[in-house]
């Protein structure tokens, strides 16, 4: 257990243990670090979007927005770009910092992070973000530091306020790929402190910073007195005191302690108090519950069960998946997403009947995909050589152990069953899940994916075979020159939103039909808060801002 104590928090308690300016929430999955380079799901995103900042960031209409950098220019071909950054950026004060003080962040420490996310031995899981589009940055990966005091080329300082990125050929997603955790800036001071245990000791330069961490117990962030952002009046940011998280892994526990005003928000409704909570379409609060706020918003995510399909990955072998598509087709159309939604769900989803892309996002293309079709699964499973799941071994799928992931997981069980396919569900800890799926330990298992930016390419992006984990998001290790193809030709220059949703499309139907995933359903964002939140807000991308929250106290 990793503890860190700072004195300035017990100093803004009381007595019963709820200070007025702390703002607490629970976190049910698992966080198992706060290294920007790492962050691939909500917890650590979540916490680590209050420590950490970056060049730029994304509005409430998730429209790029000036942070780090005050502004930034484009050459006229587009694949040079200059950021201005500003000069009154400091880290929080750290003991890796000469006399425990922060330092003013320059240009040096962008190239440093950059770099690091680029660097073979940190391991990143966000390399993809560079690769392919930074004039260097694949050379700098495959070279792994053998060069003495090499940088990535398309990396460079002007001056301490002015930095450039030479593109390899223009993008339309470049700032949304860098309001990504990725794209966070980081001091070497910590990593050469610190160095793995970085993870649990992050430095940043975010509104917050970290106080204390108990694994699985307790979390406290406290204000960064030096973060400069103001508000409209001038005055500073953030306003809260402190943010305390805590780690309870059962949803109507949660969901009780918000009731007794022990959580100032919650994240989701339980799908078992959500008709006593919410109308029929999900949409307004009913009875004794209409005291809270309502936060919803259909949210840019997939959660689908994905099939390992490189033979030479871990979790293939033995796998009947690999390379029988007929087998994964006739499992996607064994699936009754409707039924998933409707009763397991309570409506808090959109059944998955189209390709991965989720509807409302830009470049959704609306291709059709998998319905509940229990004969044509049927008639599948005989091409794939099974005929009513004679010969095929019982299938194991790997969830996380979440309340939701199980009943879903239930529900698929007996819809397979239905067509002769058994199937055994394991369940292990959120951690431990991810880590084996990145590593291409599992032959097939529970996923899901939220949009890190608001653009399709980045869910077409998981079937881009240069992106195959453990460097990338590509868990499947999808791999098809066309869909390759097609997803570079998407971000070609001066093509139209339409244009681009056109050529997904195209990839969609390759995608569909080879079918590295099962689809299941898009998730609705439900978030309750608190009367006397203000400033909180919800959107698309799921995340949470706290910068200008504050609690109104009567």
Known sequence: ??????????????????????????????????????????????????????????????????????????SEDGREWTFHLRNDVLFTDDPCFSGGKGRKLTAEDIRYSFERICTQATASTGFWIFRGKVVGAEEFYNDGGKTANAHVAG????????????????????????????????????????????????????????????????????????????????????????????????????????????????????PTFADQVLTPDGKSLKGDFTKYRLFTTPSMSVEYYGFMLDSAAPGAAGSPFVK?????????????????????????????????VPPGLPGYSGVSGYTFDKEMARKLLDSAGYPNGAGLPEIQVQISESERAVSVAQVVQEQLNAIGVKMKINRV????????????????????????????????????SRYASPSGSNTTRFSDPTVDSLYRAALAPGLSIDQRSAIYGAAERIILDRAPWILLYHSTIQRLTQPGIEGYTVDPLDRLMLSHVRKQHS
């Open 1 to 74: 257990m990793l503890t860190l104590a700072i004195a300035s928090v017990t100093g803004c308690r009381k007595s019963n243990n709820a200070s007025l300016n702390v703002f607490r929430y629970n976190e049910i999955e698992d966080l198992n670090t706060l290294d920007p380079a790492r962050t691939s799901a909500r917890a650590p995103w979540w916490v680590g979007g209050q420590i950490f900042v970056g060049l730029v960031g994304l509005d409430s209409a998730l429209k790029p927005i000036p942070l780090i950098a005050k502004s930034w220019t484009t």
């Open 324 to 356: 029988n598509r007929f087998l994964r087709r006739a499992l996607n159309y064994a699936i009754d997403r409707d039924a998933i939604v409707r009763y397991v769900l309570h409506g808090q989803a959109i059944p998955a009947v189209h390709g991965p």
């Open 155 to 270: 990396f460079r300082i002007a001056d301490d306020t002015t930095f450039v990125i030479s593109l390899i050929e223009p993008s339309p997603i470049i700032l949304s790929l860098l309001s990504m955790p990725y794209g966070y800036i980081v001091p070497h001071e910590a990593i050469e402190k610190y160095g793995k245990d970085f993870m649990r000791h992050p430095v940043g330069a975010g509104a917050f910073k970290l106080a204390e961490w108990a694994n699985g117990q307790r979390l406290v962030l406290v204000k960064n007195p030096n973060y400069f952002e103001k508000d409209a009046s001038g005055a500073r940011l953030p306003y809260l005191d402190s943010v305390e998280v805590s780690f309870n892994t059962d949803k109507k526990t949660e969901f009780i302690q918000f009731q007794e005003g022990k959580l100032d928000a919650i994240a989701t409704v339980d």
């Open 429 to 464: 800890s959120p951690a431990q899940h991810r880590s084996m799926a990145a590593d291409g330990k599992l032959p097939f298992w529970r996923a899901n994916w939220m949009a890190d930016y608001p653009d399709a390419e980045n869910f077409i992006a998981l079937f881009y």
